[in-house]
């Protein structure tokens, strides 16, 4: 497949090495929780990559609970913090405005469902968390309070947010962080960040797609999401996918992310994209941000349109979050930023990643101009 | 050409986009959501744009081996369709949605946006042909009369009759389906959506009732005597026999029929059978899908229904109105219906009934 990828956050291509890692133990017999020789064998694989995971991730093997994606490990620690604490009666779950869906949405449902309260903590200009209010709140209600989630960077802008300082304000109150998008791409240790919970996908550092890892503090115990076999601290069932965690864990030793090298791509694309196309502009550019996310809004457009044009040019990106029917609707993400509706509608995320090239966004530039006149035309009938 | 193929999850519209490409054009499709709240499953044949049919008008570009998009044409919609069809009811009319929306959405604010985008056209799944004469593009019936659909294309213009590709004109639905069938596309034994989509449980009176509200008025005779009830004359058409609920009996035992609908005193007039004939009828508002009308009167024949027969007639421009006059009698016609004239299977233009004698 030709054309230009620059949607890398969405997901990236699997590191070589973690391909073969996966072949080979798609070709070894052995269910991890057999006491057999084939058994041991496979456990003996899936419990050397999780002591790999633990050296990256900075934290204990035994915090390690794999699952079958990020999202999974954001449900099983949002919903399972939150039945720990409602036994103690607190019900208020904290959340930034800024959240993925996949935190956003297992939020809500604790609040239509289990009586939550959910408070959404509000962002700057440039999209990072305020920290006054969560200072203010914790102050007013931190008794209530009975968990807070932050993402450790955003996935439409890449703005990273402060999790120590979330983590020293809360104090006693448990936080959770979806470190989806930054694991391997921005230095990340479990341990320094202080917090309780932290998920990990596979398939956005170069692993493969259907597994993720939750890593929740030693002695901390949570009902589970999933019953039956009780493989992961009785916290997570289910065979555990063996090829998918060696294949993660070959990943996460990866040493050939050059971030630098990456935000400097990323960085001229977002200085000459606004000298290409008048008008456009970096969001949350003052923020420190990931490396390889860059979103710019195009007034006058609808995004939607220009993702079909720009995958008529055969480059690929992004609009951000799409619902259930595929529907465009503008970024709760911008509007949280203080754009408005319309102006939440006309942006896009270019996301660089490990094969990204000055070529790639050579290319991408050339042909934007033209998308957006067109994008712009379409917008105005 | 690069086109848009308009994909409502259906088989019709799916092998058009199949043929388009075939044909050796640029396609990308795009299901259009019409509804701001769809519904997660289509009820029986009723109904589309659930996010069942945008999964399946997906599944189908992808095996076609299109991209696909889904553009959010819901306010467009509501405005230009869903408000007119209230409107019309409630001014004591039976509007035709579907031909609004072809008029207003698919080759209007799709086409134009495709048009804008540096598309050259619009490619939809319609049992219609279009040739190219000495007058330009031309719109005709299809082969497949039973299920030919240029009634409710009568609305476009020539210039976007430039800008439709109908690929389905030259083959039956039995064909299509077939066909579908060996392309491989999963749609090809859906069942063919009737009724109106966005009226889902195929209850119009019930529907316009929740959104209108119901007001009792009188059903008089033509002397004017009130004879019984009804609960909104806008549930009821031109023509209706039943569901009346009339007690008082006609002098001779026979069958009383709405003749008219007044809206503004809410009142059904009802009355005998032969009284519903007229022999002339008036439409304002023509569009010409070719060479316009004048004032010369020509032979040719009208339709006023999506499937009704075609008429024999004579017909001309009055300068404001389009005027047919039939050569029989025709039952019962409501106006807010289409008139469309036909010269042999070309579809001359049409208009919107206003006056009937």
């Known amino acids: 497949m030709s054309g230009i990828y620059l949607d890398h956050a969405a997901t990236t291509p699997m590191l070589e090495n973690a391909i073969a890692a996966m072949d080979a133990q798609l070709r070894t017999l052995g269910n ?105 709140l914790v102050a007013k209600r931190g008794s209530e309070i009975a968990l807070i989630s932050v993402m450790h960077a955003n996935n439409e802008t890449g703005a990273i947010q402060p999790i120590a300082e979330i ?43 259907g597994i993720g890892v939750l890593v929740l ?20 069932s289910g065979t555990l996918n063996a090829p998918a965690i060696v ?35 970096v969001n ?75 070529t790639d966004c050579d290319g991408a530039l050339a042909v934007l101009p033209s998308v957006i006149a067109r994008g712009r035309a379409a917008s105005v009938v | 050409m690069k086109l848009i193929a308009a994909m409502s999850g259906g088989v019709d519209s799916a092998v058009a986009a199949a043929r388009a490409v075939e044909a050796g054009h640029d396609v990308i499709g795009v299901h259009l959501a019409l509804s701001s709240n769809p519904q997660k499953y289509r009820s029986g044949a009723r109904g589309c744009c659930t996010i069942e049919d945008s999964h399946d008008a997906r599944r189908a570009a992808d095996v076609i081996g299109i991209p696909f998009y889904i553009w959010d044409m819901a306010e467009e919609f509501h405005a230009g369709v869903v408000e007119d069809f209230m409107s019309e009811y409630a001014a004591g009319r039976t509007p035709n949605p579907c031909l609004r929306c072809n008029e207003k959405i698919k080759f209007a604010a799709v086409l134009d946006r495709a048009r804008a985008m540096g598309f050259d ?23 497949d009369h039973s299920k030919d659909q240029s009634y409710v294309l009568s609305v476009l213009t020539i210039e976007q009759i430039n800008g439709a590709i109908f690929p389905l004109g030259d083959t039956t639905k039995v064909d299509i389906r077939k066909e579908a069938e060996q392309r491989g596309l999963a749609v090809a034994q859906k069942p063919d959506s009737h009724d109106i989509c966005f009226v889902p449980s195929g209850d119009n009176a019930g529907w316009l009732r929740d959104r209108l509200g119901s007001e009792v008025g009188p059903i008089v005779d033509q002397d004017g005597t009130k004879i019984g009830e009804h609960n909104g004359a806008y549930t009821y058409t031109i023509g209706q026999r039943k569901g009346l609920g009339i007690t008082v009996p006609t002098a001779d035992g026979s069958p009383r029929f709405v003749l008219k609908i007044e809206p503004v005193t809410n009142t059904v007039v009802v009355g005998a059978r032969e009284e519903l004939a007229i022999s002339k009828m008036k439409g304002e508002r023509p569009v010409w899908c070719g060479p316009g009308v004048d004032n010369y009167h020509k032979r040719g024949f009208v339709q006023v229904r999506a499937h009704g027969a075609a008429l024999a007639c004579t017909y001309y421009f009055d300068g404001t109105l389009l005027v047919a006059e039939l050569d029989e009698p025709l039952l019962g016609l409501a106006t807010g219906q289409a008139m469309v004239i036909y010269d042999g299977d070309r579809v001359v233009g049409s208009a919107t009934i206003c006056e009937t004698a």
Request: charged content about 20%.
């Open chain 1, 32 to 136: 991890p929780s057999s006491l057999h020789t084939q058994g041991r064998h496979t456990r003996k694989d899936v419990e050397d990559a999780r002591e790999i995971l633990a050296k990256e991730l900075d934290c204990l093997a035994s915090e390690i609970i794999f699952t079958a994606s990020g999202t999974e490990a954001n449900n099983t620690a949002i919903k399972g913090l939150f039945w720990q604490q409602k036994a103690l009666g607190k019900n208020v779950v904290v959340i930034s405005a800024i959240e993925h869906h996949a935190t956003l949405d297992p939020a809500a449902w604790l609040a239509e469902h289990e009586g939550a309260e959910v408070v959404y903590a509000p962002v700057t200009t440039d999209g990072v968390l305020d920290l006054d209010f969560l200072q203010s």
């Open chain 1, 167 to 209: 983590v020293k304000i809360a104090g006693d109150i448990a936080v959770h962080t979806d470190a989806a998008q930054s694991f391997k791409k921005v230095p990340l240790s479990f341990k320094s960040l202080g917090v309780m919970a932290l998920s990990i996908s596979a398939h956005k550092m170069g692993g493969p797609l």
């Open chain 1, 217 to 236: 503090r030693r002695g901390v115990e949570i009902p589970a999401l999933l019953h039956g076999g009780g493989q992961e601290r009785e916290i997570r």
């Open chain 1, 247 to 281: 294949a993660l864990a070959t990943a996460a030793q990866d040493k050939t992310y050059d971030a630098a090298a990456i935000a400097k791509i990323r960085d001229d694309f977002a200085a000459r994209v606004t000298q290409v196309v008048p008008g456009a502009f």
């Open chain 1, 284 to 358: 949350a550019l003052k923020a420190d941000r990931l490396p390889g996310i860059v979103n710019v809004t195009f007034p006058g457009t609808q995004s939607d349109t220009l993702l079909l044009l720009m995958d008529g040019e055969k480059v690929s990106c992004s609009t951000g979050s799409a619902c259930s029917a595929g529907v465009h609707r503008p970024s709760h993400v911008l509007m949280a930023m203080g754009h408005d509706e319309i102006s939440a509608m006309s942006s896009l995320r270019f996301s660089f990643g490990r094969t990204s090239t000055q």
């Open chain 2, 121 to 143: 056209g619009v490619v939809t799944g319609h049992y219609a042909r279009t040739e190219i004469g000495p007058d330009g593009k031309t719109l005709h019936r299809a082969v």
